[in-house]
Each structure stands twice: as structure tokens, then as C-alpha cells.
């Protein structure tokens, strides 16, 4: 059982930047690939970015430009740099392990763990 522990949420005024933390129970990183989703109120749960263990990345077209996934393996912590963001990015983040190899699927169902999600405001 693989647990997630999401920190480095909070208040942003737009164009300001903030760093996502997941820390991970194991390793995690040479058989999942990591991902980060965020939920607005009312929303369904979207895809953000994903790695794998080879560091390929994968970003939605939203924050593509923007946002920076990355590992420390020495750490398992896997971090989502969001820079220049925006009211729209306001939502949960929520990271999340899927055992794909190294498919970097952008799919909730494909997730087998989530952590408990941080909040992420940013106002206008």
C-alpha cells in the first residue's frame, strides 16, 4: 500500500508561483508513474501533469508552459513547480501513483493511490 502525503499548498496572487510537495510511503518512482490532478469546486477531477521513471513528463495543454513536474528519488517526493499562475489554476491538487510502467497516462481510473490533496487560491 503506497501512501501520499500532498503539502505546499495556499494563497497566490496571480502571475506568483508555488511548489507542490508529495512525499511518498516507499519507492515509489521505478515502478509507478506519478501524477498530480486537481479538482475545482464543482468540477470533475483533471489531469496536471505526470512522470515517469525515465523522467519522461506529460502535461495538460492548461498548464503546459507553466507548471514543472519532477522527482527526488533520494527523498520520494515527487514536486509540482507552478509558476505564473492564474485564478483558473485554483483547486485541490492531489497527487497520485499508477503501476502503468511507464505509460504516462493522463487517465483517473489508471491512479491506484491518491493522497489527501492541498488546497492551492490564487486571486486576481
Known amino acids: 500500500q503506497v501512501q501520499l502525503v500532498e503539502s505546499g499548498g495556499g494563497l497566490v496572487q496571480a502571475g506568483g508561483s508555488l511548489r507542490l510537495s508529495c512525499a511518498a510511503s516507499?519507492?515509489?518512482?521505478?515502478?509507478?508513474?506519478m501524477g498530480w490532478f486537481r479538482q475545482a469546486p464543482g468540477k470533475e477531477r483533471d489531469f496536471v501533469a505526470a512522470?515517469?521513471?525515465?523522467?519522461?513528463?506529460r502535461y495538460s495543454d492548461s498548464v503546459k508552459d507553466r507548471f514543472i513536474i519532477y522527482t527526488d528519488s533520494a527523498k520520494n517526493s515527487v514536486y509540482l513547480q507552478m509558476n505564473s499562475l492564474k485564478p483558473e489554476d485554483t483547486a485541490v491538487y492531489y497527487c497520485?501513483?499508477?503501476?502503468?510502467?511507464?505509460?504516462?497516462?493522463?487517465?483517473?481510473?489508471?491512479?491506484?493511490?491518491w493522497g489527501q490533496g492541498t488546497q492551492v487560491t490564487v486571486s486576481s
Open positions: 497520485a501513483a499508477a503501476p502503468k510502467g511507464v505509460e504516462l497516462t493522463a487517465k483517473l481510473s489508471d491512479y491506484a493511490y
Open positions: 516507499e519507492r515509489t518512482f521505478s515502478s509507478y508513474v
Open positions: 512522470i515517469n521513471r525515465y523522467s519522461g513528463k
